[in-house]
T-cell receptor, first 113, second 111 residues
């Protein structure tokens, strides 16, 4: 079955530590996205990538970094510069066509130790 | 003022009732409108996708867009306990790259 796989499901970060969240898709989608979801707020876009080796900052990119070396993979690193990283992180993908919706993974919940 | 407003709920209704979920928005340039359903500790899944104004029906679900009032709705007929989830609206101007999201409405269907 095609889909988006996020791992791990739960992740804990110590102070001053960088952590990397994995996102893999086998839908052959060109575009991939990272969102942050906090209670009572809509999804906020962190980064997105339309093609391999290219990505753009979203609304809340500070303290995060990404790479897009393969079409299937779009890992997100939460750096120590992100002072409030506790949240639910969602990865999504879509085709390039503007009339096609985004499909989501089941998320990674990141907490501070 | 947020670009997209959505009542967080919770909205609690008895099984079998018709449910109405709504979002209002301020940007008249929005053309693409989506409804997603999100179960606890899961990612959102697409329910309905509409372009511009009008109605779209899929089984028990109907999406309605009223661009003149800047208002979208999702109706669920014959609601089931399995419909209990958070419903998120999302919209965009001309592509799916920059979706603007509502905060979500938590729906509870009581058996």
């Amino acid at each position: 079955d095609g889909g988006i796989t996020q791992s791990p499901k739960y992740l804990f970060r110590k102070e001053g530590q960088n952590v990397t969240l994995s996102c893999e898709q086998n839908l052959n989608h060109d575009a991939m996205y990272w969102y942050r979801q906090d209670p009572g707020q809509g999804l906020r876009l962190i980064y997105y990538s339309q093609i391999v080796n290219d990505f753009q900052k979203g609304d809340i990119a500070e303290g995060y970094s990404v790479s897009r070396e393969k079409k299937e993979s779009f890992p997100l690193t939460v750096t120590s510069a992100q002072k409030n990283p506790t949240a639910f992180y969602l990865c999504a993908s879509s085709t390039q066509a503007s009339n096609q919706p985004q499909h989501f993974g089941d998320g990674t919940r990141l907490s501070i130790l | 003022q947020k670009e997209v407003e959505q009542d967080p709920g919770p909205l609690s209704v008895p099984e079998g009732a018709i449910v109405s979920l709504n979002c209002t928005y301020s940007n008249s340039a929005f053309q693409y409108f989506m409804w997603y359903r999100q179960y606890s500790r899961k990612g959102p899944e697409l329910l309905m996708y509409t372009y511009s104004s009008g109605n779209k029906e899929d089984g028990r679900f109907t999406a309605q867009v009223d661009k003149s009032s800047k208002y979208i709705s999702l109706f669920i007929r014959d609601s089931q306990p399995s419909d209990s989830a958070t419903y998120l609206c999302a919209m965009s101007v001309d592509s799916n790259y920059q979706l603007i999201w509502g905060a979500g409405t938590k729906l509870i269907i009581k058996p």
